[in-house]
């Protein structure tokens, strides 16, 4: 059974560097198959891609984010941690973690994801 | 960019009636591979989106067959046969085929009269 949990800070000051961590158990990120992702989503609007990472260290992020995002792993703890600096206010969103797979026969798709944790951007 | 559209916002459904969803992409999202990287997800109120429809029309296993999903290249639509109170929530589609790679639609709130 494939789960993950996001843990970070709730509450982070404009400028700050926000750092989350995705843990995860049930699969290996190991091959280039398999991938971690994370999206965010702002307090009643809609879901927004941020960064992914696969098993063989390939990286993708939003290119609207990503001067401001930095995605890695550690595959012996099974995590993922995403860092984003500069944040603001406008960053307030529950950030979810989730898993992908592209093998063939998979769905390709985000088909497992984490509860999401809540971050608040304010001094 | 792929600028994914929906169609309505907002839908209020009496329980056992049908329900549609329509989706639109700016650009097709046929690959030269032969496939369609459309999905479907359910955000129902305060969990984490679940995946309903992945490749078009192809449904998760477990996902009610009152769910379908169709259509092709640039316009896309989810259907709900017999609409339950239990699929109360937030529709979205989702396309992965082109930069950025993962793009979401606004989002259809769905609930019951």
């Known amino acids: 059974q494939i789960t993950l949990k996001e843990t970070g800070p709730t509450l982070v000051n404009p400028t700050q560097t926000l750092t989350l961590t995705c843990t995860f158990s049930g699969f290996s990120l190991s091959t280039s198959e398999v991938g971690v992702g994370w999206i965010r989503q702002p307090p009643g609007k809609a879901l927004e891609w941020l960064a992914l990472?696969?098993?063989?260290?390939?990286?993708r992020y939003s290119p609207s984010l990503k001067s401001r995002l930095t995605i890695t792993k550690d595959t012996s703890k099974n995590q993922v941690v995403l860092t984003m600096t500069n944040m603001d206010p406008v960053d307030t969103a529950t950030y979810f973690c989730a898993h992908r797979r592209t093998a063939a026969g998979a769905t390709g798709a985000f088909d497992i994801w984490g509860q999401g944790t809540m971050v608040t951007v304010s001094s | 960019d792929i600028v994914m559209t929906q169609t309505p916002l907002s839908l209020s459904v009496t329980p056992g009636q049908p329900a549609s969803i329509s989706c639109k992409s700016s650009?097709?999202?046929?690959?030269?591979?032969?496939?369609?990287?459309l999905y479907w997800y359910l955000q129902k109120p305060g969990q984490s989106p679940q995946l309903l429809i992945y490749?078009?029309?192809n449904r998760l296993s477990g996902v009610p067959d009152r769910f379908s999903g169709s259509g092709s290249g640039t316009d896309f639509t989810l259907k709900i046969s017999r609409v339950e109170a239990e699929d109360v929530g937030v529709y979205y589609c989702m396309q992965s085929l082109q930069l950025p790679l993962f793009t979401f639609g606004p989002g259809t709130k769905v609930d019951i009269k």
């Open positions: 990472i696969y098993g063989n260290d390939n990286k």
């Open positions: 650009q097709s999202l046929l690959h030269s591979d032969g496939k369609t990287y």
């Open positions: 490749g078009v029309s």
